[in-house]
């Protein structure tokens, strides 16, 4: 497709002629990476969705802030979500190492500062991957936290509750209406689901709770939540720039 509100593909955070000298040039002190997963949303979001998200997120940090984009991580942990045809998970252990990996390698490169930007939130283990960099001559963090969704969603006039907005709601299609909308398709305005009970989601799965795969109200979503939504978290990165980065080096 083509038209004024399609994007550059997922992976297109950086051009396809990048050089290493146009890194080094860049100077950046921060690199960002984009981790998403490969997993249902439902019948009317592709199976990339987080990874779109996640990527979205990058490449609009990298608008704003002098950041290094890295391609995205698109497989991740999704073992909530195997009863859906199409899910793809590797193991939390695979995906610490991944992370690590791509850590050394950057710190040898000589960039210390790192941001994994997280669009799925079964990705628990990343939590421990930044709290064992202290002492490792990388500083890490996780973004977007819990308060940077929180101030996005209510600059975005989010409707649905955090815990309920769990999966193909309101904040995910909103996202995807807004950055590429070619991947929604139909449905999403009549495929509500709430399920606010999940108290053994990860002993049962996802699917004991929902058989549609959505946990949510996207019928509430629209491409300006999405386009707000995306602002929000922009503004909030900034905390975590000046956290990172002295402010000479900014």
């Known amino acids: 497709m ?8 997922v992976l297109g955070l950086l051009p396809l002629d990048t050089t290493t000298d146009d890194v080094r040039a860049g100077q950046a ?11 249902q949303h439902g019948p009317f979001l592709p199976l990339m969705t987080d990874t779109v998200i996640a990527c979205a997120i990058a490449r609009e940090v ?27 998970s590797i ?25 994994l930007i997280n669009g799925h939130g079964g990705n628990y283990v990343l939590r421990n991957v930044v709290q064992e960099s202290a002492g490792t001559g990388t500083r890490m963090a996780l973004f977007p936290g819990p308060a940077d969704w929180n101030a996005a969603r209510e600059r975005a006039g989010v ?7 769990m999966h193909a ?40 709770y929902t058989e549609s795969g959505v946990v949510g109200r996207p019928s509430l979503a629209s491409a300006e939540k999405g386009k707000e939504l995306l602002a929000g978290l922009v503004e909030c990165f900034a905390a975590y720039i000046s956290l990172l980065t002295p402010a000479e080096t900014r």
Request: glycine content about 6%.
């Open 2 to 9: 083509s038209g004024p509100h399609v994007r550059p593909p």
């Open 29 to 39: 002190a921060v690199a960002v990476l984009p981790i998403g997963s490969f997993e």
């Open 62 to 88: 990298a608008s704003a802030h002098p950041v290094h984009c890295l391609p995205p991580l698109t497989i991740s942990c999704s073992h909530e979500h195997a009863a859906w045809p199409g899910t793809v």
């Open 91 to 115: 193991s939390a252990a695979t995906l610490h190492s991944v992370v690590q990996d791509i850590a050394e390698s950057l710190r040898r490169s000589g960039i210390t500062n790192l941001v």
């Open 159 to 165: 409707r649905t509750p955090s815990a309920s907005d």
């Open 169 to 208: 709601g309101e904040v995910e299609t909103s996202i995807l209406l807004h950055d590429h909308p070619e991947l929604v398709r139909p449905g999403y305005e009549t495929s509500d689901f709430l399920a606010d009970d999940r108290e053994h989601m990860l002993t049962l799965g996802l699917r004991a």
